[in-house]
């Protein structure tokens, strides 16, 4: 699919000669004066925040450049670029050198009026351009008078609604200096993999569902395998909530528009992280935990629905960030040779919109559960630090449907009639739900 790239040339800018509307075929015919050949060294990357878009792969709209209220500007000895995005969208940034070239990737961003008068106000950027790079990705590129570092480079979402920002600061540095981290760089990927496949982040769950297609809910059975879960009086809490979650299945499948995957379909163990992975490859709009929770003391009772507790999610995120499957976590966005601070604050920012769905959804969970008949807990929402709730980007609760240790929730745990109307409540509340976080969605989109 071929681009267009346009470019702006400053007046009095050196003689340098410009590609204007130069037709790409894909990163191999980049002209090389143009927006620059060869991959781009990450120095920086964005998460997808989810971007407003049908569920259903529908392709989405491209996010749209405010343009007014952008624009790039010297602030002291420093250059800051900022970027007014309609939405939040997968991003990165980095250095090109000869000459020093300040370039961001976008996925689905529309340039429109980058090229208004007053854009470029900074005299140190000798000239701008910016076009289609490849099917899904945009690219900017910042020609400089001069060797600089990116000092800062964030996404934050905007207070309006849905809108997002970028901000990058480039600081002056010494050739040197640049050359290093230039060297310093991750060594580029392998042709075609510079980017991640559109495709791909297409069909990654950060699409936030909009009531147009099934509802996708990822069931996780607690425990399994090697690992029993609690136990008492001989029975195990691995295969007592797997033949639960097995009958909700048939519940939520009974209702229809809905389509559900357990993330273990029999007594076998998988690790607390797999089961998130799971979810993420399903495309879960949403992921549901199910314990039975056992104590040696008290007479606790009933359900309880937990989200991740907050104080927790930023060690979580930090965790996170150490391990080798970012890009899993990001769904597909290449965060490969990323500093974990900027990672961690990344899954931070994906997180910001996930968490108060979470909420949404233990609310609705309880609240159905109890119109059901079913026992709550006295307490029945709560926070923990659970790994299984900590996916950045799907609604994840975490619901402990009773206690083996209690006399009366073991009875209701046993009866097939009880358990029935356990199910149907979470079958209501998760309906209850999709129809409000859609609604919401939509808000969004306007
Ligand atoms: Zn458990």
Same mark, same amino acid.
């Given at each position: 699919?071929?681009?267009?790239?346009?470019?702006?040339?400053?007046?009095?800018?050196?003689?340098?000669?410009?590609?204007?509307?130069?037709?790409?075929?894909?990163?191999?015919?980049?002209?090389?004066?143009?927006?620059?050949?060869?991959?781009?060294? =990450? $120095?920086? +990357?964005?998460? @997808? #925040?989810?971007? /407003? *878009?049908?569920?259903?792969? !529908? &392709?989405? %709209?491209?996010?749209?450049?405010?343009?007014?209220?952008?624009?790039?500007?010297?602030?002291?000895?420093?250059?800051?670029?900022?970027?007014?995005?309609?939405?939040?969208?997968?991003?990165?940034?980095?250095?090109?050198?000869?000459?020093?070239?300040?370039?961001?990737?976008?996925?689905?961003?529309?340039?429109?009026?980058?090229?208004?008068?007053?854009?470029?106000?900074?005299?140190?950027?000798?000239?701008?351009?910016?076009?289609?790079?490849?099917?899904?990705?945009?690219?900017?590129?910042?020609?400089?008078?001069?060797?600089?570092?990116?000092?800062?480079?964030?996404?934050?979402?905007?207070?309006?609604?849905?809108?997002?920002?970028?901000?990058?600061?480039?600081?002056?540095? =010494? $050739?040197? +200096?640049?050359? @290093? #981290?230039?060297? /310093? *760089?991750?060594?580029?990927? !392998? &042709?075609? %993999?510079?980017?991640?496949?559109?495709?791909?982040?297409?069909?990654?769950?950060?699409?936030?569902?909009?009531?147009?297609?099934?509802?996708?809910?990822?069931?996780?059975?607690?425990?399994?395998?090697?690992?029993?879960?609690?136990?008492?009086?001989?029975?195990?809490?691995?295969?007592?909530?797997?033949?639960?979650?097995?009958?909700?299945?048939?519940?939520?499948?009974?209702?229809?528009?809905?389509?559900?995957?357990?993330?273990?379909?029999?007594?076998?163990?998988?690790?607390?992280?797999?089961?998130?992975?799971?979810?993420?490859?399903?495309?879960?709009?949403?992921?549901?935990?199910?314990?039975?929770?056992?104590?040696?003391?008290?007479?606790?009772?009933?359900?309880?629905?937990?989200?991740? +507790?907050?104080? @927790?999610?930023?060690? /979580? *995120?930090?965790?996170?960030?150490?391990?080798?499957?970012?890009?899993?976590?990001?769904?597909?966005?290449?965060?490969?040779?990323?500093?974990?601070?900027?990672?961690?604050?990344?899954?931070?920012?994906?997180?910001?919109?996930?968490?108060?769905?979470?909420?949404?959804?233990?609310?609705?969970?309880?609240?159905?559960?109890?119109?059901?008949?079913?026992?709550?807990?006295?307490?029945?929402?709560?926070?923990?630090?659970?790994?299984?709730?900590?996916?950045?980007?799907?609604?994840?609760?975490?619901?402990?449907?009773?206690?083996?240790?209690?006399?009366?929730?073991?009875?209701?745990?046993?009866?097939?009639?009880?358990?029935?109307?356990?199910?149907?409540?979470?079958?209501?509340?998760?309906?209850?739900?999709?129809?409000?976080?859609?609604?919401? +969605?939509?808000?969004?989109?306007?």
């Amino acid at each position: 699919m071929a681009g267009r790239l346009r470019g702006i040339r400053r007046p009095g800018a050196a003689g340098r000669v410009l590609r204007l509307a130069a037709a790409v075929a894909g990163l191999a015919s980049l002209p090389a004066a143009g927006v620059g050949p060869g991959p781009l060294p =990450a $120095a920086v +990357a964005g998460p @997808a #925040a989810p971007p /407003a *878009a049908a569920a259903g792969g !529908a &392709p989405a %709209a491209p996010a749209r450049l405010d343009a007014a209220a952008s624009g790039v500007a010297d602030a002291g000895p420093d250059i800051v670029l900022r970027l007014a995005l309609s939405e939040a969208v997968p991003w990165r940034a980095g250095l090109l050198a000869d000459p020093p070239r300040l370039v961001l990737d976008f996925h689905d961003l529309a340039f429109a009026g980058i090229d208004r008068p007053g854009f470029v106000a900074s005299p140190r950027v000798r000239a701008m351009r910016s076009g289609t790079l490849a099917p899904g990705w945009s690219r900017l590129v910042l020609e400089l008078d001069g060797p600089v570092a990116i000092a800062t480079a964030g996404m934050a979402r905007a207070a309006a609604a849905g809108g997002a920002t970028v901000e990058v600061r480039l600081v002056p540095v =010494a $050739a040197a +200096a640049f050359a @290093a #981290a230039r060297a /310093a *760089a991750p060594p580029p990927p !392998a &042709p075609g %993999a510079v980017l991640p496949d559109p495709a791909a982040v297409a069909l990654a769950p950060k699409r936030r569902q909009t009531g147009a297609g099934p509802l996708v809910v990822v069931l996780d059975p607690g425990h399994g395998g090697i690992d029993p879960g609690a136990e008492h009086e001989g029975l195990r809490e691995a295969a007592l909530i797997l033949a639960f979650a097995q009958e909700l299945r048939a519940a939520l499948e009974g209702k229809g528009g809905v389509r559900v995957v357990l993330t273990r379909e029999d007594d076998r163990f998988v690790p607390l992280e797999a089961r998130t992975s799971i979810a993420r490859a399903a495309g879960a709009d949403l992921l549901l935990s199910l314990h039975a929770d056992a104590l040696d003391q008290g007479i606790a009772t009933g359900a309880t629905a937990y989200t991740l +507790a907050a104080e @927790a999610s930023e060690a /979580a *995120a930090a965790r996170l960030a150490e391990r080798h499957d970012r890009a899993d976590l990001l769904a597909g966005v290449d965060l490969s040779g990323q500093g974990d601070a900027i990672a961690g604050i990344l899954m931070e920012l994906a997180r910001a919109e996930t968490a108060p769905r979470s909420e949404r959804l233990a609310r609705h969970l309880v609240t159905a559960i109890g119109a059901a008949g079913g026992r709550l807990h006295p307490r029945p929402r709560q926070r923990a630090n659970f790994t299984v709730l900590r996916a950045p980007d799907i609604p994840s609760v975490l619901l402990e449907v009773g206690f083996m240790s209690s006399p009366r929730d073991l009875a209701d745990l046993t009866d097939p009639a009880r358990r029935a109307r356990l199910a149907a409540g979470i079958v209501a509340a998760l309906g209850a739900w999709a129809v409000e976080d859609a609604a919401e +969605a939509a808000l969004l989109r306007q």
